[in-house]
């Protein structure tokens, strides 16, 4: 059992935000996410049992959403926006580039477990393109150099904090378990808004 | 000239913006103590009186869904708040909540106490790991000041990668616990909604404006605007422009109003093309620079206001190869409950792969629109009706662009050229 | 319909005819009414409309506006003022059902030559109806692995799926088994199950009969035939009660599968899996197709039937003789058993009960059920359900689906007095009574009940004393109804049929003077035996007695009665005459074994425990085999008690001239429930029933069937298992004087003092491994 006494606790407490159980799915596959790195066999069925659920209703849902991972990803995981605006603005040329230097394929792991690589749909950052995400925190306006210079720091222990983000880029695991509504006590670092954001506040002030 | 007009986005510059301290500082959380000590139902009217509409698209007036919510019912009701932002170009939910989620979370009390919910669900997408920290610290501390917890509770609901759930009836088989596609209406959600129980689903700035209502008044607000489409909104702009960003101005200003604002098109190049409100809305091109953005000028105009998501493209952008990335998108994020949408987009996507490559003839556009007249109106939702917007609205303003590629048998463009790193090009 | 509300008509004109249909119906439906096909695939008349296929897309307008697109005249109920331009009418509906038609197809492969499907395919016959000849897709389709076993008995197909969804919305809504559901997204999507829990559901054949293409095929039937080769012919179902329409397909004299029928009132168009798939016994290689006689060596050797015959006669009238009929006998069968033992042995000592079985049932047969005229439809229109000695699921599995309908549809209340709680009755959301197993007497009377309310009882409520006479009070004092659900399909035709020892047919006691002379007018005969019969306990007693020397044995399995060491052995003593479709314990042991008709191979009607006739032509024709009326009749005559039914007609018309008993019916005597054990530390008391699927002789070589069956358990409360040490998996020994089981435990809800098993599954044979099945204290040990 790969749970702990305070894991199922947690679990528990996840279900009883909702007014009916089956709501606390999305949450629990991001729970176990966060404990296992992707959604294994023993979590689905783990899920299905708090829930009085089969497990095929589970595997149902979890095979729905891109988020959910079969297999293992990296430490780090490491999306590019290759829909059209940001693929336009460099987002191709980007996933081209950390590709071959990666060496992995779309949904690869490097070989240290550290990285692995997606291509990813439009992620509500579009003033920023070309946007690459890291464990789902924004690094903006990205060039091929520097995205490989991220993945790099990365590999080597220290990545480098995300422009719109935490202090430090937390894991793949942890960044699991916020999505699981669970409060890393970080919402107070980084900025609260990058230039882009602050454009037309900022021409207004100067009276446009 | 249109002015800007940040009431969304005001304070978004203070560095502890998404506080509460910052908040309440400027007067956070007193529309809701205004608005709770009205009766809902006038709540309801002040809203409808503003002449707010919805902000995720479609434009549905807000108090009007409200007033849709039977009363007296006995019955659970719920509101639920889209923050699934996933339509590509857009982004302005995403940084409104990363600058001030305390906003949200006091449009929802107010909405909550209209149509009598006690429960208010934030489905945020589950790609933006610091958004949710900070709508989840919000709600924290919104429990801890006793603006949550005594009549309103928020739940925070974080999904997990699908378009899809951005459409209403999707988002809340998505919140009960189910694979994310659309059901069938009738019943619509303020009759049978979240749990079978009478629900209004928002967008995030429909019910972040709320506040601001209440506090100013629907005179106010109203009297900003066009005719029918009343207030402020963000105006999102990316892409080949000198200054990307955000922009919060009276409905009704026009392209060329906010192209000037963020520095024109980038040096050295020209606009080729534009979508007015996201990837599904039909694009526009150059000769649509002086539309008035709300949402009878764009419709008249042959697309619609969307999101006000505007992605601008300059002449190094091939359009073919621009539609086939959406279109690959809209592939990738049919749920596939129905055929014309799981299909459809799977068989656009070979046909624009091919042009793209130039293989292919001029049937074969013949082919490509025919195809999307079998698959728009024709799909469960409007997934698939936004899928082959670009495609048509391309063949109707790129036909030659087509025909030119397809003559080249091969692409025209320089993708490196299109890049945000590409090399400054001299002149204008 | 004459009590039923006047239902709201409403008139739409539909390609420019008027066609008035109740409110609420969809516009594809109402097309229908006028003969209008609309193409459809997602669409089923049982499901929850859900408009995924998009092919049934028409025109509408409603007082003059129309809506801007075609819409999915699936899921839209008819309006007043609504106009509909179908694709016979509108160019657009055609283009649009054209268009979803093309797109169905780009990946659907062409490979309907070697299809289960071709020749009866929805996909393949619309789309040369509403197709457009020619597609115009000219890449790759797409590639899944050829097909999956998500059963052992139902395989996938992903590439010729059209995810349709009618699969997983019948698990899901219909039998609440959502072991299949859609996986993965887009185009993508596909049909699974989770890759560990195969698709165990008791319904799962529904889903391979109501695949629009051939996605699902059964195992059984794979590659068997062509559907243009089969001969069908409607029948009925002869594994259960609950009477369901069948249809059988057969080739050149074999049935090669057996459907659903249709019919709203009893299964509308849905039947379990053992009724689908279990039918091979009749082709069995060893069914017995002449007459045998034991010689004087002491073998079985073939006979002539008139040699046969003569044997048997002889035999059974220079004995005290008394009638065994099994409950599979058909109404007609069991009218002529009952008829033989009053007119040519001279007896009452008749049981169709062969099984556990009690005088109190008897009684309260006589008393509450003979002639009684529940249905379905009131299962429909109840307040409340009340199970009582019966588990829907396993025991009469259309009656699950009917009360499942009415849970899921209008929240319909059910409990269920019992030791256990059933995977069948937390599905159906059901209020568990846990009652210690022989106690639910007093547990019943204190259930609160209306006129509105059903008490649903199983046979199985014999085997609790005190439990049939608490239902029977129950239902005085509320005035709720009762209906008897036997597991067996001829058990409520017996009955009728007086095929007991208390009553003659048509609910006539045998007691009553009156009600014998009735009969025997019928019979023409002068009189008829007036001491009341012996039940089937009783006249095995009587065997070894002496009282009795001769037994006629028609479907009878001796080791599903209480003793079955005591009737194997009455078996060896008497002159036994036998009547089976194939070698048995009894043909074993008889003097004389006459082959007979399988259900296929002959005509007849069983009574479902509504008391509907489910009447049925042979499938199979060509067989040598006669029915079991027509060698009774044969004995008969050879007897010089002729019985003047020769053929199944015959019986069906003097059966017809029963009439209604309107005479006084037997009244219950009430039983008192036995004391509470009082047991010790290693000791339970056994409750058990017979799973659906299990060791049953009709499902004999049926291997793809028992790969569904479930899992044989031993069940424990969580209570016993914290004192015993036990978790799930742990192996109990389960024993009584007789003998032993052992099985994995399981940990569940049940009461403490019981410990639940399969009664007759691989491994959990009780009767023959513990002699006995309920109420009984045994002795359990983790080993």
Same mark, same amino acid.
């Given at each position: 059992m790969a749970y702990s006494s305070e894991d199922l606790a947690t679990m528990d407490s996840i279900i009883k935000r909702y007014p009916r159980s089956r709501s606390a799915i999305m949450p629990l596959l991001h729970f176990v996410q966060s404990r296992i790195g992707y959604v294994n066999g023993e979590g689905i069925e783990l899920i299905a049992k708090l829930l009085t659920l089969e497990s095929a209703e589970v595997s149902a849902v979890a095979t729905f959403y891109t988020q959910y991972k079969r297999s293992p990803v990296g430490e780090y995981h490491v999306g590019v926006c290759t829909n059209t605006l940001c693929a336009v603005m460099g987002g191709d040329a980007i996933f081209a580039g950390l590709k071959e230097h990666l060496g992995v394929e779309n949904n690869g792991v490097t070989a240290d477990g550290k990285v692995s690589l997606e291509h990813i749909e439009c992620n509500a950052a579009c003033d920023y393109a070309p946007v690459v995400m890291a464990n789902w925190e924004f690094y903006d306006n990205q060039s091929v150099a520097s995205s490989k210079e991220l993945v790099d720091s990365m590999r080597s222990g220290n990545p480098k904090p995300p422009t719109r983000g935490p202090n430090i880029l937390v894991t793949w695991k942890e960044a699991s378990a916020v999505l699981a509504g669970i409060n890393d006590g970080k919402a107070n670092e980084g900025v609260q808004a990058g230039e882009p954001t602050l454009l037309g506040l900022k021409l207004w002030k100067e009276g446009k | 000239m249109t002015k800007l007009v940040p009431v969304l986005s005001e304070h978004w510059d203070e560095k502890d913006s998404f506080t509460i301290q910052a908040y309440t500082r400027h007067g956070g959380y007193k529309a809701a103590e205004k608005a709770l000590a009205m009766d809902p139902d006038a709540v309801i009217q002040l809203v409808k009186d503003s002449g707010l509409r919805g902000r995720g698209g479609a434009g549905f007036p807000t108090g009007m869904k409200w007033g849709f919510i039977p009363q007296g019912d006995n019955k659970e009701h719920y509101l639920v708040v889209n923050a699934d932002e996933s339509e590509p170009g857009t982004c302005k939910d995403t940084p409104l909540l990363m600058a001030n989620p305390h906003v949200l979370i006091e449009g929802c009390i107010i909405a909550a106490h209209a149509i009598r919910a006690k429960y208010a669900f934030i489905y945020i997408r589950g790609e933006v790991t610091h958004v949710v920290r900070r709508v989840n610290q919000a709600i924290e501390d919104a429990y801890k000041a006793g603006h949550l917890g005594k009549g309103v509770e928020i739940i925070l609901h974080v999904g997990a990668g699908a378009y899809i759930c951005g459409e209403e009836t999707a988002l809340l088989d998505s919140l009960e616990g189910f694979r994310g596609q659309p059901r069938l209406r009738p019943p619509f959600p303020a009759i049978a909604g979240l749990y079978a129980m009478p629900t209004v689903v928002n967008n995030v700035e429909s019910i972040a404006s709320v506040p601001a209502i209440v506090l100013n008044g629907a005179q106010w607000y109203q009297s900003m605007g066009t005719e029918k489409s009343k207030g402020t909104t963000l105006y999102s702009l990316s892409g080949h422009v000198k200054n990307p960003g955000q922009f919060e101005a009276p409905l009704g200003i026009t392209l060329r109003e906010l192209l000037e604002l963020a520095g024109g098109i980038r040096q050295g190049h020209r606009l080729k093309f534009w979508t007015p409100g996201g990837s599904s809305t039909p694009i526009f091109t150059d000769a649509h620079l002086d539309i008035p953005l709300d949402y009878e000028g764009v419709a008249e105009a042959g697309s619609m206001l969307g999101t006000k998501a505007l992605q601008i493209f300059d002449e190094t952008t091939s359009i073919i190869r621009a539609v086939l990335r959406w279109t690959e998108f809209y592939k990738h994020e049919s749920c596939g409950k129905c055929t014309p949408c799981r299909e459809g987009t799977w068989w656009l996507v070979q046909i624009l792969r091919d042009l793209d490559a130039g293989v292919g003839t001029e049937e074969d556009l013949n082919k490509l629109l025919d195809i999307c007249d079998n698959i728009a109106g024709r799909s469960f939702c409007a997934l698939a009706d936004g899928a082959v917007a670009p495609i048509i609205s391309s063949l109707q303003y790129f036909r030659q662009e087509y025909l030119d590629q397809l003559a080249n048998k091969g692409s025209l463009f320089d993708p490196m050229e299109s890049t945000l790193f590409a090399p400054a090009k001299a002149g204008a | 319909m004459t009590t039923a509300a006047a239902v709201e008509m409403i008139t739409v004109v539909i390609d420019g005819f008027e066609v008035s249909v109740a409110k609420g119906t969809l516009i594809i439906r109402a097309a229908e009414q006028l003969g209008i096909q609309i193409p459809r695939f997602c669409d089923h008349p049982l499901l929850d409309p859900v408009g995924a296929c998009r092919q049934c897309l028409v025109d509408i307008e409603i007082n003059g506006r129309a809506f801007p697109k075609p819409q999915a005249s699936c899921t839209i109920p008819v309006e007043p003022g609504m106009i509909v331009k179908t694709q016979l009418t509108s160019a657009v509906a055609d283009k649009a059902q054209k268009g979803v038609m093309e797109l169905l197809l780009i990946n659907h492969p062409l490979d309907c030559p070697v299809c289960d499907k071709g020749g009866e395919c929805p996909l393949q016959n619309q789309a040369m109806s509403n197709g457009q000849g020619q597609s115009r897709y000219e890449g790759v389709k797409r590639r899944f692995e050829k097909p999956i076993n998500i059963s052992s008995q139902v395989l996938l197909d992903r590439e010729r799926c059209i995810l349709c969804a009618r699969c997983t919305r019948f698990s899901d809504e219909i039998a609440s088994d959502p072991f299949i559901t859609l996986n993965e997204r887009g185009a993508l999507q596909q049909v699974g199950i989770y890759e560990k829990v195969p698709f165990k559901s008791y319904f799962s054949g529904n889903t391979v009969q109501i695949c629009p293409v051939g996605a699902l095929t059964g195992a059984s039937y794979r590659f068997r035939a062509r559907?243009?080769?089969?001969?069908?012919?409607?029948?009925?179902?002869?594994?259960?009660?609950?009477?369901?329409?069948?249809?059988?397909?057969?080739?050149?004299?074999?049935?090669?599968?057996?459907?659903?029928?249709?019919?709203?009132?009893?299964?509308?168009?849905?039947?379990?899996?053992?009724?689908?798939?279990?039918?091979?016994?009749?082709?069995?290689?060893?069914?017995?197709?002449?007459?045998?006689?034991?010689?004087?060596?002491?073998?079985?050797?073939?006979?002539?039937?008139?040699?046969?015959?003569?044997?048997?006669?002889?035999?059974?009238?220079?004995? !005290?003789?008394?009638?065994?009929?099994?409950?599979?006998?058909?109404?007609?069968?069991?009218?002529?058993?009952?008829?033989?033992?009053?007119?040519?042995?001279?007896?009452?000592?008749?049981?169709?009960?062969?099984?556990?079985?009690?005088?109190?049932?008897?009684?309260?047969?006589?008393?509450?059920?003979?002639?009684?005229?529940?249905?379905?439809?009131?299962?429909?229109?109840?307040?409340?359900?009340?199970?009582?000695?019966?588990?829907?699921?396993?025991?009469?599995?259309?009656?699950?689906?009917?009360?499942?309908?009415?849970?899921?549809?209008?929240?319909?209340?059910?409990?269920?007095?019992?030791?256990?709680?059933?995977?069948?009755?937390?599905?159906?959301?059901?209020?568990?009574?846990?009652?210690?197993?022989?106690?639910?007497?007093?547990?019943?009377?204190?259930?609160?009940?209306?006129?509105?309310?059903?008490?649903?009882?199983?046979?199985?409520?014999?085997?609790?004393?005190?439990?049939?006479?608490?239902?029977?009070?129950?239902?005085?004092?509320?005035?709720?109804?009762?209906?008897?659900?036997?597991?067996?399909?001829?058990?409520?035709?017996?009955?009728?049929?007086?095929?007991?020892?208390?009553?003659?047919?048509?609910?006539?006691?045998?007691?009553?003077?009156?009600?014998?002379?009735?009969?025997?007018?019928?019979?023409?005969?002068?009189?008829?035996?007036?001491?009341?019969?012996?039940?089937?306990?009783?006249?095995?007693?009587?065997?070894?007695?002496?009282?009795?020397?001769?037994?006629?044995?028609?479907?009878?399995?001796?080791?599903?009665?209480?003793?079955?060491?005591?009737?194997?052995?009455?078996?060896?003593?008497?002159?036994?005459?036998?009547?089976?479709?194939?070698?048995?314990?009894?043909?074993?042991?008889?003097?004389?074994?006459?082959?007979?008709?399988?259900?296929?191979?002959?005509?007849?009607?069983?009574?479902?425990?509504?008391?509907? !006739?489910?009447?049925?032509? !042979?499938?199979?024709?060509?067989?040598?085999?006669?029915?079991?009326?027509?060698?009774?009749?044969?004995?008969?005559?050879?007897?010089?008690?002729?019985?003047?039914?020769?053929?199944?007609?015959?019986?069906?018309?003097?059966?017809?001239?029963?009439?209604?008993?309107?005479?006084?019916?037997?009244?219950?005597?009430?039983?008192?429930?036995?004391?509470?054990?009082?047991?010790?530390?290693?000791?339970?008391?056994?409750?058990?029933?017979?799973?659906?699927?299990?060791?049953?002789?009709?499902?004999?070589?049926?291997?793809?069937?028992?790969?569904?069956?479930?899992?044989?358990?031993?069940?424990?409360?969580?209570?016993?298992?914290?004192?015993?040490?036990?978790?799930?998996?742990?192996?109990?020994?389960?024993?009584?004087?007789?003998?032993?089981?052992?099985?994995?435990?399981?940990?569940?809800?049940?009461?403490?003092?019981?410990?639940?098993?399969?009664?007759?599954?691989?491994?959990?044979?009780?009767?023959?491994?513990?002699?006995?099945?309920?109420?009984?204290?045994?002795?359990?040990?983790?080993?």
């Amino acid at each position: 059992m790969a749970y702990s006494s305070e894991d199922l606790a947690t679990m528990d407490s996840i279900i009883k935000r909702y007014p009916r159980s089956r709501s606390a799915i999305m949450p629990l596959l991001h729970f176990v996410q966060s404990r296992i790195g992707y959604v294994n066999g023993e979590g689905i069925e783990l899920i299905a049992k708090l829930l009085t659920l089969e497990s095929a209703e589970v595997s149902a849902v979890a095979t729905f959403y891109t988020q959910y991972k079969r297999s293992p990803v990296g430490e780090y995981h490491v999306g590019v926006c290759t829909n059209t605006l940001c693929a336009v603005m460099g987002g191709d040329a980007i996933f081209a580039g950390l590709k071959e230097h990666l060496g992995v394929e779309n949904n690869g792991v490097t070989a240290d477990g550290k990285v692995s690589l997606e291509h990813i749909e439009c992620n509500a950052a579009c003033d920023y393109a070309p946007v690459v995400m890291a464990n789902w925190e924004f690094y903006d306006n990205q060039s091929v150099a520097s995205s490989k210079e991220l993945v790099d720091s990365m590999r080597s222990g220290n990545p480098k904090p995300p422009t719109r983000g935490p202090n430090i880029l937390v894991t793949w695991k942890e960044a699991s378990a916020v999505l699981a509504g669970i409060n890393d006590g970080k919402a107070n670092e980084g900025v609260q808004a990058g230039e882009p954001t602050l454009l037309g506040l900022k021409l207004w002030k100067e009276g446009k | 000239m249109t002015k800007l007009v940040p009431v969304l986005s005001e304070h978004w510059d203070e560095k502890d913006s998404f506080t509460i301290q910052a908040y309440t500082r400027h007067g956070g959380y007193k529309a809701a103590e205004k608005a709770l000590a009205m009766d809902p139902d006038a709540v309801i009217q002040l809203v409808k009186d503003s002449g707010l509409r919805g902000r995720g698209g479609a434009g549905f007036p807000t108090g009007m869904k409200w007033g849709f919510i039977p009363q007296g019912d006995n019955k659970e009701h719920y509101l639920v708040v889209n923050a699934d932002e996933s339509e590509p170009g857009t982004c302005k939910d995403t940084p409104l909540l990363m600058a001030n989620p305390h906003v949200l979370i006091e449009g929802c009390i107010i909405a909550a106490h209209a149509i009598r919910a006690k429960y208010a669900f934030i489905y945020i997408r589950g790609e933006v790991t610091h958004v949710v920290r900070r709508v989840n610290q919000a709600i924290e501390d919104a429990y801890k000041a006793g603006h949550l917890g005594k009549g309103v509770e928020i739940i925070l609901h974080v999904g997990a990668g699908a378009y899809i759930c951005g459409e209403e009836t999707a988002l809340l088989d998505s919140l009960e616990g189910f694979r994310g596609q659309p059901r069938l209406r009738p019943p619509f959600p303020a009759i049978a909604g979240l749990y079978a129980m009478p629900t209004v689903v928002n967008n995030v700035e429909s019910i972040a404006s709320v506040p601001a209502i209440v506090l100013n008044g629907a005179q106010w607000y109203q009297s900003m605007g066009t005719e029918k489409s009343k207030g402020t909104t963000l105006y999102s702009l990316s892409g080949h422009v000198k200054n990307p960003g955000q922009f919060e101005a009276p409905l009704g200003i026009t392209l060329r109003e906010l192209l000037e604002l963020a520095g024109g098109i980038r040096q050295g190049h020209r606009l080729k093309f534009w979508t007015p409100g996201g990837s599904s809305t039909p694009i526009f091109t150059d000769a649509h620079l002086d539309i008035p953005l709300d949402y009878e000028g764009v419709a008249e105009a042959g697309s619609m206001l969307g999101t006000k998501a505007l992605q601008i493209f300059d002449e190094t952008t091939s359009i073919i190869r621009a539609v086939l990335r959406w279109t690959e998108f809209y592939k990738h994020e049919s749920c596939g409950k129905c055929t014309p949408c799981r299909e459809g987009t799977w068989w656009l996507v070979q046909i624009l792969r091919d042009l793209d490559a130039g293989v292919g003839t001029e049937e074969d556009l013949n082919k490509l629109l025919d195809i999307c007249d079998n698959i728009a109106g024709r799909s469960f939702c409007a997934l698939a009706d936004g899928a082959v917007a670009p495609i048509i609205s391309s063949l109707q303003y790129f036909r030659q662009e087509y025909l030119d590629q397809l003559a080249n048998k091969g692409s025209l463009f320089d993708p490196m050229e299109s890049t945000l790193f590409a090399p400054a090009k001299a002149g204008a | 319909m004459t009590t039923a509300a006047a239902v709201e008509m409403i008139t739409v004109v539909i390609d420019g005819f008027e066609v008035s249909v109740a409110k609420g119906t969809l516009i594809i439906r109402a097309a229908e009414q006028l003969g209008i096909q609309i193409p459809r695939f997602c669409d089923h008349p049982l499901l929850d409309p859900v408009g995924a296929c998009r092919q049934c897309l028409v025109d509408i307008e409603i007082n003059g506006r129309a809506f801007p697109k075609p819409q999915a005249s699936c899921t839209i109920p008819v309006e007043p003022g609504m106009i509909v331009k179908t694709q016979l009418t509108s160019a657009v509906a055609d283009k649009a059902q054209k268009g979803v038609m093309e797109l169905l197809l780009i990946n659907h492969p062409l490979d309907c030559p070697v299809c289960d499907k071709g020749g009866e395919c929805p996909l393949q016959n619309q789309a040369m109806s509403n197709g457009q000849g020619q597609s115009r897709y000219e890449g790759v389709k797409r590639r899944f692995e050829k097909p999956i076993n998500i059963s052992s008995q139902v395989l996938l197909d992903r590439e010729r799926c059209i995810l349709c969804a009618r699969c997983t919305r019948f698990s899901d809504e219909i039998a609440s088994d959502p072991f299949i559901t859609l996986n993965e997204r887009g185009a993508l999507q596909q049909v699974g199950i989770y890759e560990k829990v195969p698709f165990k559901s008791y319904f799962s054949g529904n889903t391979v009969q109501i695949c629009p293409v051939g996605a699902l095929t059964g195992a059984s039937y794979r590659f068997r035939a062509r559907p243009f080769d089969l001969v069908s012919t409607p029948s009925a179902c002869e594994h259960c009660a609950s009477g369901c329409d069948m249809r059988t397909d057969v080739r050149r004299g074999k049935t090669l599968r057996r459907l659903a029928g249709d019919d709203a009132s009893v299964n509308e168009e849905w039947n379990c899996d053992k009724g689908r798939w279990a039918f091979k016994y009749v082709t069995a290689p060893d069914r017995l197709t002449h007459p045998l006689v034991r010689n004087e060596a002491g073998d079985l050797v073939e006979a002539s039937w008139p040699q046969a015959l003569a044997v048997a006669a002889k035999g059974l009238k220079e004995h !005290a003789s008394a009638v065994l009929v099994g409950g599979r006998a058909t109404y007609e069968d069991a009218y002529g058993y009952s008829k033989f033992a009053r007119v040519a042995l001279g007896t009452n000592d008749i049981d169709f009960r062969s099984r556990l079985s009690s005088d109190e049932e008897r009684e309260f047969l006589a008393s509450c059920v003979v002639g009684s005229t529940t249905t379905y439809r009131d299962i429909d229109l109840a307040d409340r359900i009340l199970l009582v000695g019966f588990e829907p699921e396993e025991e009469s599995p259309i009656v699950f689906l009917r009360l499942n309908k009415n849970v899921r549809k209008r929240g319909l209340k059910i409990a269920a007095v019992a030791s256990k709680l059933s995977i069948g009755v937390e599905k159906l959301k059901g209020e568990f009574i846990k009652v210690a197993p022989g106690q639910e007497a007093a547990t019943i009377a204190a259930v609160s009940l209306t006129a509105k309310s059903i008490i649903l009882v199983g046979e199985r409520a014999s085997e609790s004393a005190g439990a049939l006479s608490a239902v029977s009070a129950l239902a005085d004092s509320t005035g709720a109804k009762i209906a008897w659900i036997p597991r067996r399909a001829g058990e409520r035709g017996a009955l009728e049929a007086g095929a007991i020892g208390n009553l003659l047919p048509g609910g006539r006691p045998v007691a009553d003077a009156a009600a014998r002379v009735d009969i025997a007018t019928l019979w023409s005969t002068s009189s008829l035996p007036s001491i009341m019969g012996r039940s089937s306990d009783e006249i095995i007693a009587a065997v070894h007695s002496g009282a009795i020397g001769a037994l006629i044995v028609g479907g009878v399995d001796p080791l599903d009665g209480a003793n079955s060491a005591s009737a194997l052995a009455a078996l060896e003593k008497a002159f036994v005459v036998a009547l089976e479709i194939a070698p048995s314990e009894v043909t074993m042991r008889a003097d004389v074994v006459l082959p007979v008709a399988a259900v296929t191979e002959k005509s007849g009607s069983f009574l479902n425990w509504e008391g509907r !006739a489910r009447s049925f032509e !042979a499938a199979v024709h060509g067989s040598l085999n006669r029915s079991d009326l027509r060698i009774l009749s044969m004995i008969a005559q050879e007897m010089g008690s002729p019985l003047n039914l020769g053929t199944v007609t015959a019986a069906a018309q003097e059966i017809s001239k029963l009439g209604v008993w309107e005479g006084v019916r037997v009244s219950m005597v009430p039983v008192s429930p036995e004391k509470i054990a009082t047991l010790t530390g290693d000791q339970f008391i056994l409750n058990s029933w017979r799973r659906l699927l299990d060791c049953g002789t009709l499902q004999k070589g049926e291997e793809n069937l028992a790969g569904t069956a479930r899992a044989t358990i031993a069940v424990i409360s969580p209570n016993r298992a914290q004192s015993m040490g036990v978790a799930d998996g742990d192996l109990l020994k389960i024993s009584t004087t007789v003998g032993s089981v052992t099985l994995p435990a399981l940990v569940e809800d049940i009461h403490d003092d019981a410990i639940w098993a399969p009664r007759n599954s691989t491994g959990s044979q009780l009767l023959v491994n513990l002699g006995v099945a309920h109420g009984a204290v045994v002795t359990v040990v983790k080993i």
